[in-house]
């Protein structure tokens, strides 16, 4: 049987979709059929651990977790690492499992984290999406100024409804199957 596992690193500022883009994913796909990964989930562990509140995504939070995000590249790769590691354990659950399709969505921010992880992979598994939107504010951290600065297997432009937005999502799904 051949499977098909790709792993979608998906962009896009803050509040532009990222989340109701996986939502719709999984909607088509199937919830087993997908896992999701963030590049910034443990480095909220660590801001908690520091006083901060992840459910309060203030300006000041997201360039904590930004700096503390940067800390943890310079010294080890860290984010690097756990999202390979956690990828390559849902690549093989979903070959254990002989699933026909599975998504690995991996959420980040920082082009150069995407490129290594493009590099990892390579291009026929690993496929980049943007979402954009039209957003009054953007926060001034380099993660989320910087997502602009890739050059993205594919752009989805969230400024429609969801209906729209689920007919980009089948769209995508067809290229990409």
């Keep these: 049987m051949l ?3 790709k792993i979608l690193m998906i962009n896009g500022s803050a509040t532009s ?3 109701t883009l996986c939502d719709l994913i999984a909607k088509h796909v199937g919830s087993g059929a997908m896992v999701r990964l963030s590049s910034i989930s443990s480095v909220k562990e660590f801001a908690t651990a ?3 509140n992840p459910e309060q995504k203030t300006d000041e939070a997201r360039q904590l977790w930004s700096d503390i995000k940067d800390a943890w590249t310079r010294y080890n ?3 690097y690492v756990e999202m ?3 990828a390559d354990k849902a690549i093989n659950g979903y070959i254990d499992a002989g699933v026909d399709i599975g998504i690995v969505s991996i959420m980040c921010r920082e082009p150069e984290e995407i490129g290594k992880i493009v590099d990892f992979y390579g291009s026929g598994m690993c496929k980049t999406i943007l979402v954009r939107q039209d957003l009054d504010h953007i926060p001034g951290n380099h993660a989320d100024q910087n997502v602009n600065d890739y050059d993205y297997d594919y752009v989805i432009e969230n400024n429609g409804d969801l209906v729209s937005l689920e007919g980009k999502v089948k769209n995508l799904l067809d290229n990409l199957f």
């Design 50 to 52: 520091l006083g901060c």
């Design 17 to 19: 979709g990222k989340d």
């Design 77 to 79: 790769d860290g984010p």
């Design 84 to 86: 390979t590691n956690r």
């Design 3 to 5: 499977r098909k596992i």
